[in-house]
């Protein structure tokens, strides 16, 4: 069957409209989106703020600033932190659980636990006034450690060797060619137990423990989140549930707030083709624009 070319014409001005409500629908839901969340990804009503801190804890450059920012948010009544994380350095644990101090003189603050928080992420948790972990939360390693590899006896082997200039006994120590000297070993010890005073302080006030106490749990052994709970490390078995609890009952945070996780990624990161189809056209299931995916999960343990 031939179509007539006003057929033809009639088409095109119809795709050509469609096309236009189309963009004009996109426009829409990006003015709404701009009302009910304020640039940087905060959202502009009332709620409690979930933010998450997972992963190799760096310098903390970023989440210090984040949550610098959670803190002067007027529409932000309590937060709700999430920690995932088996430390990293100390000097970024530190920092954050600053941060988080701060933010726990200014606002309800409650932590919680998921698969993993120790050491530095132990170290945050002990800033905030209240902590809830699962029963199978790994937690504590109060400690510190250094660790030196030593390619000497390597070297040797291949014929390669070293040999520096150094300004004193101390400097280039550790070194990865030679075997620590007993000065040394002295020197970083003494170093590492003052790093490891400054961590059971924390702990001390975080918790509002005696110090020798903080002391004898602080081996560096990591602890089930029902092991913590009997030894005071955390205050509750649980989950968000009862973490939101806590916050409407010992922090009276009206109880009709909803929990809210804005994507904090930068705009330019978050409007992708996929994004933007969705928008325009609906669902997308099926609609893959970045190739394909194939992934492997590890078992984990079930109840």
């Known amino acids: 069957m031939s179509i007539s070319a006003d057929a033809i014409i009639d088409r095109r001005k119809l795709k050509r409209s469609l096309a236009l409500w189309r963009v004009l629908a996109v426009g829409a839901l990006v003015l709404a989106g701009s009302v009910a969340v304020k640039p940087g990804g905060t959202i502009a009503r009332p709620h409690i703020e979930r933010y998450r ?4 804890i760096g310098d903390g450059a970023a989440q210090i600033d984040e949550i610098g920012k959670l803190a002067t948010n007027a529409s932000i009544s309590a937060v709700m932190l999430h ?19 701060d933010l726990a003189a200014k606002k309800p603050v409650v932590v919680v636990m998921d698969g993993t928080a120790a050491s530095a992420g132990y170290m945050i948790a ?31 082997k291949i014929g390669i060797s070293a040999d520096p200039l150094v300004s004193g006994p101390l400097k280039g120590q550790p070194s990865l060619e030679k075997p620590m000297t007993p000065e040394a070993r002295g020197v970083l010890q003494a170093m590492i137990g003052d790093l490891y005073d400054q961590f059971v302080d924390l702990v001390v006030a975080g918790r509002h423990m005696d110090p020798a106490r903080v002391r004898q749990l602080a081996d560096g052994r990591a602890y089930t989140g029902r092991q913590a709970l009997k030894l005071g490390l955390i205050d509750e078995i649980g989950g968000e549930a009862e973490a939101r609890a806590w916050l409407i009952k010992a922090r009276h945070i009206d109880a009709g707030l909803e929990v809210t996780e804005p994507d904090r ?39």
């Open 53 to 56: 801190i997972t992963g190799l």
């Open 83 to 101: 920690l995932d994380t088996p430390g990293g350095q100390v000097s970024g644990g530190e920092g954050i659980a600053a941060a988080v101090r």
């Open 126 to 156: 002990v800033a905030a006034p209240h902590i809830v972990a699962r029963e199978s939360t790994i937690t504590g390693s109060i400690g510190v450690i250094m660790e030196n590899l030593n390619f000497g006896g390597l070297l040797d």
């Open 265 to 303: 990624r930068p705009w330019t990161e978050r409007l992708t083709v996929e994004s933007l189809a969705t928008m325009v056209f609906g669902a997308t299931q099926g609609l893959r624009v970045d190739g394909a995916w194939s992934v492997w999960q590890p078992l984990q343990s079930r109840n």
